[in-house]
């Protein structure tokens, strides 16, 4: 077993766990900031979510983000900032730029929606209502603000998924295949995925389907673009939104989603005075998420402490389990996937063109099999990652 872990234990020596004495949740939170914040959204971050932002603030963080440079999504949240501060002051050529971002990220929703309209229609016709999800919910919520949208999702109930799936094909939208939980519905004429069509929300574990029951008796049927919509109460949109960037920050995606995760948590609990933190506890419990709802709200802190009351951290941001749960991403993200990459770049037909590629096939693609094995055992991966870190390896000779 040692062998199989000293040639890339760097990967895991990499978040910094090994040599500090700090828990291993707390390392691969530091390590995901690290990853996705950089100086300048470090900076833009702190502006964004202060209560009382200064101009001298807002001019500090002008001289370093360029908003030629930044790319389009980032700097929209700054163009949130200038919306929700009137009376700070942007340059012309910031403001000029801001303005012209606002307007084409309201085009691009605009063809992100129609099709929405388009299908939605045809479901109230035939007594199908949507429920609406994840970004286009956050658009007719804040309709000021455009959102990085490239997708709708909508939600039906499990009885009424197949109807919803065949009233879309004559439509001009076609399906490569259902998945489990959902189906991704293409423009026949662009081939372009516009409509994500769900059964339940996937999670990831077991319980997927258990709070769903309780999500439609809470959402409320609206006026949604011109269609007869159900759209989720604030506090399941957060649960839903925590789960998914638990599940981004593990597996290394929607990196600039995830900025503006942040900012839709803080537009729920301010909009909502009543907010209902027991509703979070309860989906988090009977979906079996507790561990990666408390590990994003954790992320969420380390980037902002005044996105959750002082009460709800104290109550909700606990241990329990927490270890188990970091100690598989870890291993899953900084040194299985690393190794999985490894192996699907190995070909049989190269096998004997050099003594490297014998080499490798032969030892890396046994153990990739080996460890994947390991996944089922969270145990043993506590007791591997732990051995890593109490063993003094010395790494410079590795």
């Known amino acids: 077993m040692q062998v199989l872990w000293n040639k890339e234990v760097e990967q895991i020596k990499d978040t910094g766990y090994l040599n500090a004495k700090i828990s291993i949740t707390d390392a691969l939170i530091e390590n995901f900031y690290q990853e996705i914040m950089c100086d300048e959204e470090k900076k833009l971050m702190e502006l964004v979510f202060s209560n009382n932002p200064t101009q001298d603030e807002l001019n500090e963080l002008l001289k370093i983000w360029d908003i030629e440079v930044k790319t389009s999504t980032k700097s ?22 801001l303005k012209g971002l606002l307007r084409n990220f ?100 077991k319980n997927d389907k258990k709070f769903i029951e ?68 309860t989906n988090a419990k009977k979906t079996g998420t507790e561990v990666q709802t408390n590990f994003a709200m954790k992320f969420i802190n380390r980037i902002s402490k005044d996105v959750f009351p002082k009460e709800i951290q104290d109550d909700m941001l606990f241990e329990k389990l927490t270890n188990d749960y970091s100690n598989m991403v870890m291993f899953k993200r900084f040194y299985l996937e690393d190794l999985r990459n490894k192996c699907r770049a190995l070909k049989v037909s190269d096998i004997f063109k050099s003594y490297v590629n ?28 732990r051995d890593l870190k109490t063993k003094q390896y010395d790494f410079a000779t590795k």
């Open 214 to 281: 309780d999500l439609f008796k809470r959402a409320t049927v609206q006026n949604v673009f011109g269609v007869k919509a159900l759209v989720p109460s604030h506090e399941d949109m957060m649960f839903i939104a925590l789960v998914n960037l638990a599940r981004n920050l593990r597996n290394g995606t929607s990196k600039a989603g995830l900025l503006y995760t942040l900012f839709d948590c803080k537009f729920f609990i301010e909009d909502k005075p009543d907010f209902d933190w027991n509703i979070i506890k």
């Open 76 to 97: 929209l949240l700054l163009s949130y900032f200038q919306k929700r501060h009137p009376d700070l002051k942007f340059t012309s050529y910031e403001e000029a730029r």
């Open 106 to 205: 309201r085009f691009r929703n605009m063809q992100v929606i129609s099709p929405f309209v388009k299908i939605g229609k045809v479901l109230n016709d035939n007594n199908v209502i949507p429920m609406i999800l994840k970004g286009t919910a956050m658009k007719y919520l804040r309709q000021d603000l455009p959102r990085v949208m490239g997708d709708v999702d909508i939600l039906v109930p499990e009885e009424d998924f197949m109807k919803t799936v065949n009233l879309t094909l004559p439509l001009g939208y076609y399906y490569e295949k259902i998945d489990v939980h959902s189906v991704d519905l293409h423009d026949k004429k662009t081939g372009k995925n516009v409509i994500d069509v769900h059964k339940f929300i996937y999670m990831g574990t």
């Open 358 to 385: 014998f080499r490798d096939y032969i030892f890396l693609k046994p153990k990739y099999q080996f460890l994947k094995l390991l996944v089922k055992h969270p145990k043993l991966i506590g007791l591997l990652i």
